[in-house]
């Protein structure tokens, strides 16, 4: 089986203005997010799919110059992009990534493509019992489950949100999840970066953590954040 790592991706963000070519640690927000993608086991190929907008030849140079493929789709609907994208690069797992997500781990990215591709289900997940931190979400979904929701969702929901319409319908879906192990369940924390003091705490985390050539295990920040609950309060109002 094919999987793609599809990460949706753009530089009109509206709430942290061009947040994904943001940098820490010498990179950009995108260059982290690939890098650590790139350690999976199980991802055949890292694409980014952004939007037709002219202010995303910005982030298309870029992952020129970094040899990742870069997908143009619809500014409005992100359901359609991830379907067009998948279609394109003939994908049969697929796994949708954000681009506020930069603490990214690739293990707990495998363990939801492993369950998928073993059980044959039609979307594995963490967001339905929330056990890790807002940030930490992992999705992965069939193409002929990207396809049907494609083809019979058309609210505004689904398009924005790609995988809506699974998560409020479990019924209609063969869904299987993954959970935290029991010492490391947080899902109170936020760890995603949609203000500006979400990047002064992941900044803080990568300046800790951050090996090059490597990822931030999910492991180490729950040690690194035990340790030091200060760091949560710098994004508490968010929270």
Same mark, same amino acid.
């Given at each position: 089986m094919?999987?793609?790592?599809i990460?949706?991706a753009?530089?009109g963000?509206t709430?942290l203005?061009?947040?994904v070519?943001?940098t820490i640690?010498?990179?950009?927000?995108?260059?982290h997010i690939?890098?650590?993608?790139?350690h999976?086991?199980?991802?055949?190929?890292?694409i980014?799919?952004?939007?037709n907008l002219?202010?995303?030849?910005e982030l298309?140079t870029l992952?020129?110059?970094?040899?990742?493929?870069c997908?143009?789709?619809?500014a409005?609907n992100v359901l359609?992009r991830?379907y067009?994208c998948?279609?394109?690069?003939?994908?049969? =797992?697929?796994?949708r990534?954000?681009?506020?997500n930069?603490l990214?781990?690739?293990t707990?990215? *495998? @363990?939801?493509?492993? %369950?998928?591709?073993e059980?044959?289900?039609d979307?594995?997940?963490?967001l339905?019992t929330?056990t890790?931190?807002?940030?930490y979400?992992a999705e992965?979904?069939?193409f002929?489950t990207?396809?049907?929701?494609y083809n019979?969702q058309?609210?505004?929901?689904?398009?924005?949100?790609?995988t809506?319409?699974i998560?409020n319908?479990?019924?209609?879906?063969d869904i299987k999840?993954?959970?935290?192990p029991t010492?490391?369940?947080?899902?109170?924390?936020?760890?995603?970066m949609?203000?500006?003091?979400d990047?002064e705490?992941i900044s803080e985390?990568?300046?800790r =953590?951050?090996?090059?050539s490597s990822?931030?295990?999910y492991?180490s920040?729950?040690e690194l954040? *035990? @340790?030091?609950?200060? %760091?949560?309060?710098i994004?508490?109002k968010?929270?």
């Amino acid at each position: 089986m094919k999987v793609l790592s599809i990460i949706q991706a753009r530089i009109g963000s509206t709430r942290l203005q061009r947040k994904v070519m943001m940098t820490i640690q010498e990179k950009t927000i995108i260059e982290h997010i690939i890098n650590f993608l790139q350690h999976s086991k199980y991802t055949n190929k890292v694409i980014v799919a952004t939007t037709n907008l002219k202010e995303d030849d910005e982030l298309e140079t870029l992952l020129n110059h970094l040899g990742i493929d870069c997908f143009r789709g619809s500014a409005d609907n992100v359901l359609e992009r991830y379907y067009e994208c998948a279609k394109y690069f003939n994908g049969d =797992l697929i796994v949708r990534i954000t681009a506020d997500n930069p603490l990214v781990d690739p293990t707990i990215i *495998d @363990k939801a493509i492993f %369950l998928c591709k073993e059980t044959k289900c039609d979307y594995a997940t963490n967001l339905l019992t929330p056990t890790f931190p807002t940030g930490y979400s992992a999705e992965v979904l069939k193409f002929s489950t990207l396809s049907r929701i494609y083809n019979t969702q058309h609210d505004k929901q689904s398009k924005e949100h790609v995988t809506y319409h699974i998560r409020n319908n479990p019924h209609l879906y063969d869904i299987k999840e993954i959970y935290a192990p029991t010492e490391l369940v947080r899902p109170n924390w936020r760890l995603t970066m949609d203000y500006k003091e979400d990047f002064e705490l992941i900044s803080e985390i990568f300046s800790r =953590l951050y090996i090059p050539s490597s990822f931030i295990k999910y492991r180490s920040v729950v040690e690194l954040l *035990d @340790k030091n609950p200060h %760091l949560l309060k710098i994004n508490e109002k968010h929270r």
